[in-house]
């Protein structure tokens, strides 16, 4: 599978962004699709999830409140908008998908970057 993060880019605090992650081939028996972030020194973590087939999310509690994550099957893309921006949101943002009977993510793909200014 391939996955096409977009959608980054400079906000002050406070703001939004809207991120969007296509899908392209080997789309078949996903079950769940995830963001997570990389901020420069630290370690990958996830921000959200959503299962394809129910919508049931789940979020970092970092982002509860802020972050709402969405999908659009038909077109087999992810949305994770973002309100209340904070400087320590700033990151590379990257979507990944989670197949069926499988426990690990795959397809990170280039990532977006995500810059928000105090």
């Known amino acids: 599978v391939q996955l096409q993060a977009s959608g980054g880019g400079l906000v002050q605090a406070g703001g939004s962004l809207r991120l969007s992650c296509a899908t392209s081939?080997?789309?078949?028996?996903?079950?769940?699709m995830g963001w997570f972030r990389q901020a420069p020194g630290k370690e990958r973590e996830f921000v959200a999830g959503?299962?394809?087939?129910?919508?049931?999310?789940s979020y970092a509690d970092s982002v509860k409140g802020r972050f709402t994550i969405s999908r659009d099957n038909t077109k087999n893309t992810v949305f994770l908008q973002m309100d209340s921006l904070k400087p320590e949101d700033t990151a590379v943002y990257y979507c990944?998908?989670?197949?069926?009977?499988?426990?690990?993510?795959?397809?990170w793909g280039q990532g977006t970057q995500v810059t928000v200014s105090s």
């Open positions: 990944a998908v989670r197949r069926v009977g499988s426990m690990k993510y795959e397809g």
């Open positions: 081939g080997g789309t078949s028996r996903i079950y769940r």
């Open positions: 959503i299962v394809m087939s129910s919508r049931d999310t």
